[in-house]
């Protein structure tokens, strides 16, 4: 987990920005017991790419960056796979959601058509019992029918 100001210097933001991207639900953060901001470093990676996962270099004379095929490349991968496995998250929990959302349509649906049915069969009885259902003439009404 990572305050505001390391997840800035990850990033390459300022701290109001990173700040700014919580208040206005860019970039979700927990509290700690302190009330100060905490922020998961797969929400980085969520919100400005896989480098955020990749460690600040403060060090000015680093050894170069190993090539590809070297050993050097397995934090790459490592970082590659962290963004995945949480993109891959992010759309399993909006697929589950659309579910959701998608039974809650149905339900919806059919407890409508349920009421339209149970409205239209009240209405056909009113119709029935306001409007003179008896046979029509002198002759018919003695004959019963």
Known sequence: ???????????????????RHIKDGRLSADRDGSRNY????SELARVYGGEALEPVREVAHEAPRATQGD??????IDT?????????????EAIENRDRELRHRDQ????LRSRLDTEGEERRKLTAMLTDQRPKGFWARLRGR
């Open 1 to 19: 987990m990572f305050t505001p100001k390391e997840a800035a210097l990850r990033v390459g933001k300022s701290k109001a920005t990173i700040l």
């Open 38 to 41: 905490r922020i998961d470093p």
């Open 71 to 76: 050993a050097g490349e397995a934090p790459k």
């Open 80 to 92: 590659e796979t962290a963004v995945l496995r949480t993109q891959l998250e992010a759309a399993q």
């Open 108 to 111: 919806t649906i059919d407890d």
